[in-house]
């Protein structure tokens, strides 16, 4: 059982940035979209137990490059009167403040979520956790499911994509501090078999800012659209052909006009667990460098 007299009820989100390098709203987006993560984590954490949840918001500001947002958890909607003491709402703001350090930590721990075996043990460990705190004490208390789990890490996930390849986030609180994993990837096979509830699909004529271009034809491109890092694979072979023999040169940095396919891959609360892009063809190349000559 958890020493009562350390137990605290609040957190930290710390990302780091190259101040006046890249779009400053992606530090904002990213710190939103991680908040409302959270928050969702928190939400089913607490769901077997018939508890609900609110976190404030203390925002401390930006020192050296860094946004660092402070958040109390806010016990509220106990229904048993004999829980309605400091102490159980104590334990359980410090059980949300450990399991979702732990599903971080978990999360920072692996390259790829393949299967739902591996999250499993994650399952585990969260119950372990809740042995630990004395949350087990309150009725039919469970941890969340193999596709709660999925769709709250998928959540953390999408957040992260929005911060550049120098961008880095962490979570923080009283026992410890650990990195969130920008790189983790979710298997196509688990957001179809597990998270998908529909799929929306689109094209149309789009710009996108070059990031890594695929010089040996064997990888994805990786492009900047609408303020998101995505790869797309090109599928009009001629060009792939012109830009490998250097008819056609790209750089990063340069766009492209191309006709673009999306897919969007919605969980069953309505949320986007997954998008699929690919380019059905490239229409005109849009070079930086020569744009800036031709402004001037």
Known sequence: MVDQDTLTDSFEIIIDFKPGEGDPARVFKTMSGLIDALQKIDR??????????????????IEKGSLKAKFRDLIEGVPDEALKDGEIKRILGYFLLKSKYKIIEWCGERKE???????KVLEGELLKI??????KRIPAYLPPSTETLLSD?????????????DD????????????????????NEIVRQVLTKEVIASSGIRILKVKKPDYLG????????????IEAKILQEEWLQ?????????????????????????????????????IIKVISIINTQRQKQIDF
Not at 113 to 119: A, E, L, N, T, W
Not at 168 to 187: P, Q, W
Not at 218 to 229: L, T, V
């Open 113 to 119: 979520v393949s299967d739902r075996k591996s999250v």
């Open 44 to 61: 089913h954490l607490l769901s077997t137990m018939s508890v609900s949840m609110e976190s404030t918001l203390i925002l401390e500001g």
């Open 242 to 278: 012109k830009f490998q023999s250097r008819t056609e040169e790209v750089r990063p940095g340069d766009s492209l006009k191309v006709e673009l396919k999306e897919e969007i891959f919605y969980g069953y609360e309505g949320e986007v667990v997954y998008r699929h892009y690919e």
């Open 218 to 229: 064997s990888s994805m491109w990786q492009f900047r659209y609408e303020s998101h890092a």
């Open 168 to 187: 880095n986030a962490s979570y923080s609180y009283r026992d410890g501090i650990t990195s969130f994993n920008k790189e983790l990837n979710i298997s």
């Open 153 to 165: 890490i998928n959540a953390v996930q999408e957040s992260l994509s929005n911060l550049e390849s």
């Open 130 to 135: 809740a042995e630990e705190t004395d949350v």
